[in-house]
Structure formats: C-alpha cells, structure tokens
C-alpha cells in the first residue's frame, strides 16, 4: 500500500484491509466450554500491545469467582497480580472482592450468567494493565480492573474458576489480540 504523507497524516491510496496490516485485529477460535475448569487460548503472538477476552452467556455450576490468568513459555501466571472486581447491584448496592491470583471477574452465585469484555492492554516490558465490564442481569453489571507484570512475554491466556474446581456450563469464551 502506498501512502504519502501530508502535514504530520497519512493518506492512502488504497484501502485499509487486515492484509495489509503487519500486525492485524485478529480473533482467536471460539470455544463453548461445558464441564471443565479452564478454558486456554494458546500461541498469541509475541507484538501483542493489547487482548480482548469476551464472554458471551458465561456460567460456572458454583459460585467460585473468575480468574484471567496471563501464561508465558514458564506456564501461568498464578501470582503477582493487583486486581479487584465489583458487582453493582441496583437494588441493594455492591459487593466485590480484590485478587493477587489472577484478574479477577466477580461472580459468586452459580445462576450468574455473564456477557461482556476484559481488555489487557501491555503498559511497558511484560506489565500489563485490565479493566473489564459484564452485564449479569437487568440490574446486575461487574466491573474491574488490574496490573500484573510478567517475567517474560506474552503468549496465552487462561479462564478459570478461583477455587480450581467450577466447571464451565454455558457460553461461549473468545479472544481479539492486536
């Protein structure tokens, strides 16, 4: 694609495609998970600046939180982490909790079933910083945020239930790197 540059811009004279990127918005392989306590989304690439992990009709059969947990060539990362999650509810205000084991994602009741968003975006070598939202019901939205630095790079992603023991029992899990 050639590109000419013009005051501090560039413009393109041909069309912005995913090819034509180095580094493009790429989705993992989505998984709908039942009966098991982790979901992993391996081999992300090394340029990765930022992940998205989208839950979309989530649920765990018991009322354990969620952790993200960010993985290296030496595993996953199980420590280290500064994170706290809320839930608000409009009838009888909030409730949450806060992690060093993962990026944690405020669950507690098995009926919950959660749609939305964590963004994990690399701050600088191997820190990485997350914020998330998911909408639980009508009147129920989880948020949080968090820090973690790694000892060396990037290159999967676990969920899994905080007490190693929930399982998966509807929805569908995926991943968009960049």
Do not use: W
């Amino acid at each position: 694609m050639a590109l000419t540059q013009v005051q501090g811009g560039m413009i393109g004279s041909s069309t912005v495609t995913p090819t034509n990127l180095s580094e493009p918005l790429t989705s993992g392989t989505a998984q709908t998970p039942s009966a098991v306590t982790f979901v992993d989304f391996t081999g992300i690439p090394s340029y990765v600046k930022r992940l998205t992990v989208m839950f979309n009709g989530v649920s765990f059969t018991n009322t354990a939180n969620i952790f993200i947990q960010l993985g290296t060539a030496s595993g996953f990362a199980s420590t280290g982490y500064i994170s706290t999650s809320n839930i608000l509810n409009n009838a009888s205000g909030s409730s949450g909790s806060s992690s060093t084991s993962g990026f944690l994602v405020f669950d507690g009741d098995a009926n919950y079933v959660l749609h939305g968003t964590c963004v994990i975006s690399l701050v600088s070598s191997n820190s990485f910083v997350s914020t998330h939202s998911y909408r639980v019901s009508t009147s129920q939205i989880i948020l949080g945020s968090g820090s973690v630095s790694l000892g060396s790079t990037l290159n999967s992603v676990r969920i899994i239930s905080s007490d190693n023991t929930g399982t998966f029992d509807a929805g569908t899990i995926n991943i968009l790197y960049e």
